[in-house]
Nanobody, 125 residues
């Protein structure tokens, strides 16, 4: 069984940066698309970004306006999310997700069958 473990969350001031990591353990060769979602209190889980197995395609939510970057190191079985110019509205629990099956569209949560436990990101002065 593959497990996903996020790390790197915390408290940061507006305009600051954080890098989240998602380490996959187990049979990682079965992983296809990997992505990041976030969920703020009282809101639905929201797509943030995704990357294909060979990192040849990256997908980003429109609201990001180039502030976040996803990357993937298959040798380390790890996906990263670099977040720059953070805003208070970016505060949420960030979840790593992975799909072991071919994905037609990366946005819906239903496209992913593996999830991490989440890491809290708080942007506040």
């Amino acid at each position: 069984q593959v497990q996903l473990v996020e790390s790197g969350g915390g408290l940061v001031q507006p305009g600051g940066s954080l890098r989240l990591s998602c380490a996959a353990s187990g049979r990682t060769s079965s992983l296809n698309v990997m992505g990041w979602f976030r969920q703020a209190p009282g809101k639905e889980r929201q797509f943030v970004t995704a990357i294909t197995r060979d990192a040849d395609r990256r997908y980003y939510a429109d609201f990001l306006t180039g502030r976040f970057t996803i990357s993937r190191d298959n040798a380390k079985n790890t996906v990263y999310l670099l977040m720059n110019s953070l805003k208070p509205e970016d505060s949420a629990v960030y979840y790593c997700a992975a799909s072991s099956l071919p994905v037609r569209t990366v946005v819906p949560t239903s496209a992913y069958d593996l999830w991490g436990q989440g890491t809290q990101v708080t942007v506040s002065s």
